[in-house]
């Protein structure tokens, strides 16, 4: 069961970066990592996934060091619309694979 | 469809009255995932289906919850004598995959229960 560990809450101002770290010291070889956006009232959103180094797509990047013990969402130029809770999610949904947990969350504020 | 959809939206149930929660997953999706979501809290798992198979249920929380997905599309969460306990938002999500790690699943906005 791979456990992850985020703050629990990050306040930021329109225009900067944002990065949320996330560690999960026990992720396995097969585990990838998965970041989640919700917004109140509604279900999570995909947002980025990689299973090491770099990854980078129109919305954000996820920084995965070597070790993959962490990993490191990064909002680009944040807006007041990016409030939001964000969610690391390591491993597979389907617990025949391995299960994990969104745990509970970043819930990032962004401030005008 | 273009997304998971879930009706109803919300639903207040008296306690001790049943209740049957649907999820349209997106059309030729073979996985479908529902979850419970507590007020303040992340998702928690409760079962897994792959098509009309219901491969996990470890995470239904009592007997009185029961899953199912008879024709591989759509499904339906029932729970049975409603608790206060049990008010929640009930998020359903589907995957083209088995939901392996590197699949991408994808939500539907819930069924917010209130048990009253």
């Known amino acids: 069961l791979a456990k992850t560990t985020q703050p629990i809450s990050m306040d930021s101002y329109e225009g900067q970066e944002v990065n949320i770290t996330c560690s999960h010291n026990n992720i396995a070889t097969n585990d990838y990592i998965t970041w989640y956006q919700q917004f109140p009232s509604q279900g999570p959103r995909f947002i980025i996934q990689?299973?090491?180094t770099k990854v980078t797509n129109e919305v954000a990047s996820l920084f995965i060091p070597a070790d993959r013990k962490s990993s490191t969402l990064s909002l680009p130029r944040v807006s007041l619309s990016d409030t939001a809770v964000y969610y690391c999610l390591v491993g597979a949904v389907n617990t025949n694979a391995g299960k994990s947990t969104f745990g509970d969350g970043t819930t990032l504020t962004v401030k005008p | 469809g273009a997304g998971v959809s879930q009706s109803p939206r919300y639903k207040v149930a008296k306690r001790g009255q049943d209740v049957a929660l649907r999820c349209d997953p997106i059309s030729g999706h073979v996985s479908l995932f529902w979850y419970q979501q507590a007020l303040g809290q992340g998702p928690e798992f409760l079962t897994y289906f792959q098509n009309e198979a219901q491969l996990d249920k470890s995470g239904l929380p009592s007997d009185r919850f029961f899953a199912e997905r008879p024709e591989g599309s759509v499904s339906t969460l029932k729970i049975q004598r409603t608790q206060q306990e049990d008010s929640a938002v009930y998020l359903c999500?589907?995957?083209?995959?088995?939901?392996?790690?590197?699949?991408?699943?994808?939500f539907g906005e819930g069924s917010w229960l209130t048990v009253v």
């Open positions: 990689g299973y090491k």
């Open positions: 999500a589907s995957s083209w995959e088995d939901g392996t790690s590197g699949n991408t699943i994808y």
